[in-house]
């Protein structure tokens, strides 16, 4: 059974830096992909931020995070972590890491796995 687990949202100023987190357990093989998105609030679409290839270690950001976004993977604790500095408030949500099969994708049909998410809130 495929589990993953996020962690390490709270409440940040704008300017500040959180990380995140994602424990992946249950997979067999390295060829997948971790994805981190994010969901304003019910109702609103699921946005992808930055994925990571497993095997490869490649990485894709979404441009709205480009350069203040980074996600980084650690193999032996089969954990992704994305770390998130310059947080502005358009940056609050609940985030969620899922994984899918090959490489990355950036929509979130094409993820099979989803973890439970972790809630961010930047103040102005």
């Known amino acids: 059974q495929v589990r993953l687990i996020e962690s390490g949202g709270g409440l940040v100023q704008t300017g500040g830096s959180l990380r995140l987190s994602c424990a992946v357990s249950?997979?067999?093989?390295?060829?997948?992909?971790t994805g981190w998105f994010r969901q304003e609030g019910p109702g609103k679409e699921r946005e992808y931020v930055s994925a990571i290839n497993w095997s490869t270690g490649s990485t894709h950001y979404a441009d709205s995070v480009k350069g203040r976004f980074n996600i980084s993977r650690d193999n032996a604790k089969n954990t992704v972590y994305l770390q998130m500095n310059s947080l502005k408030p358009e940056d609050t949500a609940v985030y969620y890491c899922a994984v899918r099969p090959f490489g990355w994708r950036h929509r979130p049909i094409e993820y099979d796995y989803w973890g439970q998410g972790t809630q961010v809130t930047v103040s102005s």
């Open positions: 249950g997979l067999t093989s390295e060829l997948h992909a």
